[in-house]
DNA sequence: ATGGCAGGTTATACCTGA
């Protein structure tokens, strides 16, 4: 079972794009983050064309919004609210397999990290606390359960282009970093992108538009995550960052994450 | 150290992203 997830930043707009993608790699399954878009005007036919018929979309106008894309049937989904807030953040899926999926967006968090001064920050935080609750509250460690999305924090010292740089910048913060610790711990996953690259490699899946040349300057950060619970970590095996299609025209500024496994 | 771009919106400037 191959699946994808992906921050398109526009569904609409990169329709193509991901047409292109799902023909290259032929992910089962899908999830897509920030499609900005309400349910009723999703391009559900465009999937639809592909094969991926089974569709739990969860959007909402111009900001967030999440979506799941299956050519394999499930049997269940559901939106947890965090936060108490509507923002489209989180959607779950269950294949009939009985492996389950959730698609996360994390709030990006603005630009001052402090709580105290900036509630986008502080809603960021408080964000992850609910994830590693919510986690710790799910229970049934044993069962196979797979996490991704644009979790917007960059964890460890080689998902970005500079730690020392970056420690006090929106992201790779200590107090995100340790809280996206607490949420790993949470439900024993497995981080499934250093499981192939060594930490002590650059990991990269988001790179800035307001670079020149991104691919030059490569000032990019690990935002972008696919995590497995301990009963399909023997499951796993490749993942793969998409990077070149950072260089597509019209690019998303994230690119797909895909994870390859033996079921 | 800074500035740099892109997407959406009852738009034509402003908010958001990270």
């Known amino acids: 079972m191959k699946i994808a997830t992906w921050n398109i930043n526009s569904v609409r ?18 999830a897509l983050q920030e499609t900005k878009v309400v349910n009723d005007l999703f391009p559900r036919q465009a999937f639809t ?44 899926v269950t294949f009939d397999n009985g492996v389950e999926l959730h698609d996360f967006y994390v709030p990006a968090g603005a630009d001052i990290p402090d709580p105290l001064v900036n509630p986008k920050f502080a809603h960021k935080l408080g964000f992850l606390r609910e994830m590693a609750a919510f986690f710790e509250t799910r229970g049934r460690r044993g069962d196979p359960v797979v996490m991704v999305g644009d979790l917007n924090v960059a964890p460890l010292e080689n998902d970005v282009w500079s730690h020392k740089q970056l420690l006090g910048v929106v992201s790779h913060t200590p107090v995100e970093t340790g809280l996206l610790a607490q949420v790993k711990a949470s439900f024993d996953w497995t981080d499934v992108t250093r499981e192939f690259v060594p930490a002590s490699e650059k990991s990269y899946s988001w790179w800035s538009y307001r670079a020149s040349d991104w691919a030059a300057s490569d000032r990019g950060r690990r935002l972008d995550h696919i995590w497995v619970s301990p009963a399909l970590k023997a499951a796993v095996k490749s993942q793969q960052i998409v990077k070149k299609m950072r260089g597509w025209k019209l690019a998303s500024d994230h690119v797909p994450v895909v994870v390859e496994l033996a079921l």
């Open 13 to 30: 707009l990169r329709i193509a794009l991901a047409k292109r993608f799902l023909k290259e790699h032929q992910p089962d399954a899908i």
């Open 49 to 92: 064309e592909l094969g991926y018929v089974h569709q739990a979309i969860h959007g909402q106008k111009g900001y967030h919004g999440v979506a799941i894309l299956s050519r394999v049937p499930f049997r269940e989904t559901f939106s947890h609210e965090f936060c108490s807030n509507s923002d489209c953040r989180h959607i779950q």
